[in-house]
Structure formats: C-alpha cells, structure tokens
Nanobody, 122 residues
Framework: QVQLVESGGGLVQAGGSLRLSCAAS????????MGWFRQAPGKEREFVAA????????DYADSVKDRFTISRDKAKNLLYLQLNNLKPEDTAVYLC???????????????WGQGTQVTVSS
C-alpha cells in the first residue's frame, strides 16, 4: 500500500507560479511511475505529467509541456509539480497517483491522493 498526500495548491493570478508537492509513504515506490492529474469543475480527470521514479524519464500533456515541470526527490519520497505561467484554464483539483507501468491512462494508476486545489484568476 502507498499513501499519497498533496499540498501546495492555492489562489494565484494568471501568469503566476505554484509548486505542488506529493508526499509518499508506506511501501517503497522505486518501481513505480508517478503521475499528476487534474480535474476541473464539470470535466473529466485528465493526465498532466508523469515521471519514472527510478530513472527520471518524464512525459507531459501537450497543454502543459512548456509551462510545467515534474520532478522528484527520491531520498525524501517527494514528488513535485512546478506550475509556471498559469492560465485560468489550469484551475482544477490536482492529484498525484502511482502506477506500476508507464501510462497516461487513469485506470492503470493504483494509488491516489486526495488532491489540492489550484485556482487561477484572470
């Protein structure tokens, strides 16, 4: 079992920045792929970014690839998402998740955090 807890969300003006964190506990996660997803009001949950915990290879959704950066601190079991040049359409609950395979599919992620709210004003 892996427990995931997100933090760092908040209210920011368009063009601003935030850094989200996800703390992992429980079983070792060295064999997992860690991902960030988001869910806006009235919309389905969508893939944002993912990183291989061991090797550090990354994957980004086209809508965020030039603005967001995913990273991790392996020693501290911390996952990060740096959000730069935020836009109102980035407003959503951001969730971290863990998968045993490289994937963008929601159904393949085994563990989920509760999410942290990011609100971007225009």
């Amino acid at each position: 079992q892996v427990q995931l807890v997100e933090s760092g969300g908040g209210l920011v003006q368009a063009g601003g920045s935030l850094r989200l964190s996800c703390a992992a506990s429980g079983r070792a996660i060295s064999s997992y792929v860690m991902g960030w997803f988001r869910q806006a009001p009235g919309k389905e949950r969508e893939f944002v970014a993912a990183i291989s915990w061991s090797g550090g290879s990354t994957d980004y959704a086209d809508s965020v690839k030039d603005r967001f950066t995913i990273s991790r601190d392996k020693a501290k079991n911390l996952l990060y998402l740096q959000l730069n040049n935020l836009k109102p359409e980035d407003t959503a609950v951001y969730l971290c998740a863990a998968s045993t395979m490289t994937t963008r599919s929601l159904r393949n992620y085994n563990y989920w955090g509760q999410g942290t709210q990011v609100t971007v004003s225009s």
